[in-house]
Antibody, heavy 119, light 111 residues
Framework: EVQLVESGGGLVQPGRSLRLSCTTS????????MSWVRQAPGKGMQWVGF??????????EYAASVKGRFTVSRDDSESVAYLQMNSLKTEDTAVYYC??????????WGQGTLVTVSS | QLVLTQSPSASASLGASVKLTCTLS???????IAWHQQQPEKGPRYLMR???????SRGDGIPDRFSGSSSGSERYLTISSLQSEDEADYFC?????????FGGGTKLTVL
């Protein structure tokens, strides 16, 4: 059974940093791209970034709204994906989901972790 | 620019069928899309991928009441024999080599 479990969310002040983790099991993590997607309160889904698997270069891409502030990384030995969020803004407040990808589309989702950016 | 457009809301009666639409922006009519469901207060669930030729592949455990189709730049999700638990937000997704895009979502009400 594929499982993705996000952790690391919480309340953080504007300008500070937070790192989210996505612990996975039930699939071959090393050959899967992984995405982060967020949902602000009462809003739709917004793509944040994704990281390719190593055979595809292992590089990451980002939405314009987070580029330069957020970094997606992965630890294939532990089957974990990370989202490092720096210089957080109030508009980054959202539930953050990690997803497993299959040829571009997300085919499994985690349950999400809430990040609240507020003073 | 790669954009997906969905109607904000739809409704249908219990036991009936409903067809939801996701429209790709101009110049992108050959792209596949994915459909996802988000029930109230729950995380999203992948439903299926729909290709430009109308072929579709459902995710694990998705019943065959859910089907996909395509016409031009439009991708469809049809839900038959509507059940109360089908009341949810449905959103589509597409992608390119360096970007992922989501539609705004359609809130489905089962009457």
């Amino acid at each position: 059974e594929v499982q993705l479990v996000e952790s690391g969310g919480g309340l953080v002040q504007p300008g500070r940093s937070l790192r989210l983790s996505c612990t996975t099991s039930g699939f071959t993590f090393g050959t899967s791209a992984m995405s982060w997607v967020r949902q602000a309160p009462g809003k739709g889904m917004q793509w944040v970034g994704f990281i390719r698997h190593k055979a595809d270069g292992g590089t990451a891409e980002y939405a314009a709204s987070v580029k330069g502030r957020f970094t997606v990384s992965r630890d294939d030995s532990e089957s974990v994906a990370y989202l490092q969020m720096n210089s957080l803004k109030t508009e980054d407040t959202a539930v953050y989901y990690c997803t497993k990808e299959d040829a571009g589309n997300s085919d499994y989702w985690g349950q999400g972790t809430l990040v609240t950016v507020s003073s | 620019q790669l954009v997906l457009t969905q109607s904000p809301s739809a409704s249908a009666s219990l036991g009936a069928s409903v067809k939801l639409t996701c429209t790709l922006s101009s110049g992108h009519s050959s792209r596949p899309i994915a459909w996802h469901q988000q029930q109230p207060e729950k995380g999203p669930r992948y439903l299926m991928r729909v290709n430009s030729d109308g072929s579709h592949s459902r995710g694990d455990g998705i019943p065959d009441r859910f089907s996909g189709s395509s016409s031009g730049s439009e991708r469809y999700l049809t839900i038959s024999s509507l059940q109360s638990e089908d009341e949810a937000d449905y959103f589509c997704q597409t992608w390119d080599t360096d970007i992922r895009v989501f539609g705004g979502g359609t809130k489905l009400t089962v009457l």
